[in-house]
T-cell receptor
Framework: QKEVEQDPGPLSVPEGAIVSLNCTYS??????FMWYRQYSRKGPELLMY????GNKEDGRFTAQVDKSSKYISLFIRDSQPSDSATYLC??????????????FGKGTLLTVNP | GAVVSQHPSWVICKSGTSVKIECRSL??????MFWYRQFPKQSLMLMAT?????????EQGVEKDKFLINHASLTLSTLTVTSAHPEDSSFYIC??????????FGPGTRLLVL
């Protein structure tokens, strides 16, 4: 079993739809959770960072963490064609320092159709 | 803020040559930087941790003599792919940690070895 599982999709939705992206993990040591957005041939861009169970909202994006179920989600409201990208979940047991290693999911390719 | 740059953005080289990739944190100091490799439709795989003023720490399976890392200053880390071969063709991405919490990624360097 991989440490982080993420459905690679592809996921195609109409503009304005609510998008739900998910990851599950097996390592209970993971305490810090991130979502990155990666456009084709570009580096990942940090969208959300959280370290506690519950919800964190930033504009149209909501990150949800359920440590008891080892499950994290990213919701995108009112999706736009510009949201079309690959979304990567990432997590770490330690924050900061030289031991701050991120384990990534495979990424979900999202297409928002106008 | 939190901008990380990479140079070059893409490079084509002949088999057997060496290629150097630079990673710079433009507006913050980073004692730790990370190097990742990403194959097409795959997630990011951590190659090594670059520590300013000391030797890099390599992940299992990554040849330290082939992938030379130098963290010369708090804003610059370099990755040199020595005696590159076609199987080294990949997308190389660096990241830097700001404020001990979040990793910010560079735009990536696409390497093609002929």
């Amino acid at each position: 079993q991989k440490e982080v599982e993420q459905d690679p999709g592809p996921l195609s939705v109409p503009e304005g739809a609510i998008v739900s992206l998910n990851c599950t993990y097996s390592n209970s040591a993971f305490q810090y959770f991130m979502w990155y957005r990666q456009y084709s041939r570009k580096g990942p861009e940090l969208l959300m960072y959280t370290y506690s169970s519950g919800n964190k909202e930033d504009g149209r994006f909501t990150a949800q963490v359920d440590k008891s179920s080892k499950y994290i989600s990213l919701f995108i409201r009112d999706s736009q064609p510009s949201d079309s990208a690959t979304y990567l979940c990432a997590m770490s047991a330690i924050s900061g320092g030289s031991n701050y290693k991120l384990t990534f999911g495979k990424g979900t390719l999202l297409t928002v159709n106008p | 803020g939190a901008v990380v740059s990479q140079h070059p953005s893409w490079v084509i080289c002949k088999s057997g040559t060496s290629v150097k990739i630079e990673c710079r944190s433009l507006d913050f100091q980073a004692t730790t930087m990370f190097w990742y490799r990403q194959f097409p439709k795959q997630s990011l795989m951590l190659m090594a941790t670059s520590n300013e003023g000391s030797k890099a720490t390599y992940e299992q399976g990554v040849e330290k003599d082939k992938f030379l890392i130098n963290h010369a200053s708090l804003t610059l880390s370099t990755l040199t792919v020595t005696s590159a071969h076609p199987e080294d063709s990949s997308f190389y991405i660096c990241s830097a940690v700001q404020d001990g919490e979040t990793q910010y990624f560079g735009p990536g360097t696409r390497l093609l070895v002929l």
